[in-house]
């Protein structure tokens, strides 16, 4: 049986873009999908069978309840899917978009401390309005597939 949730999700807090994105998934976090760890922490060690600390640092990691290893958008889509932000997840299952992101990600990893945090709150605040909408819309048996 494939059991994926909850997740572990490994991410650098001391990144504005990256804490503004974990904090507003936590908040639609019903379920308790999600258990977000700090990897930036000073007191952070990489788990046995785990990534080192600087790969973790360098992309967003993912474990799942079954103790596989997801990294980068593939992760992102595990985290925005627990939280049943479909809005994401359906745009990430998109092959150009999917192919796109894959490729683009890594740079915004790399240059993520450059983000103001206001831009990053506008942007979230923004997908989780529209995925809340979406899922409202799919309850009322109108979604747009």
């Known amino acids: 049986m494939n059991q994926t949730y909850p997740i572990s999700i ?5 990144c504005p ?16 999908n999600l258990h977000l760890i700090d990897c930036s922490d000073v007191h952070f060690s990489s788990p046995q069978g ?42 990430l299952d998109k092959p150009y978009v999917s ?3 894959q490729r683009v990600y890594p740079l915004i ?3 993520r401390y450059i983000f103001p945090e206001w831009l990053a709150e506008a942007w979230f605040n923004w997908l989780a309005k529209k995925s809340l909408q979406r899922s409202q819309a799919c309850n ?6």
């Open 109 to 111: 990893a790399r240059h």
């Open 50 to 91: 785990a990534p080192a600390k600087a790969e973790m640092m360098r992309l967003l990691h993912v474990r799942t309840a079954e103790g596989t290893w997801v990294i980068g958008v593939p992760a992102f889509r595990l985290a925005y899917a627990g939280v049943g932000f479909h809005f994401v997840t359906d745009w």
């Open 17 to 32: 873009l990256c804490n503004q994105e974990m904090s507003r998934l936590k908040l639609h976090d019903h379920d308790n």
């Open 99 to 101: 192919r796109f992101m």
């Open 140 to 145: 009322d048996a109108q979604c747009k597939i």
């Open 10 to 14: 490994y991410y650098d807090s001391s």
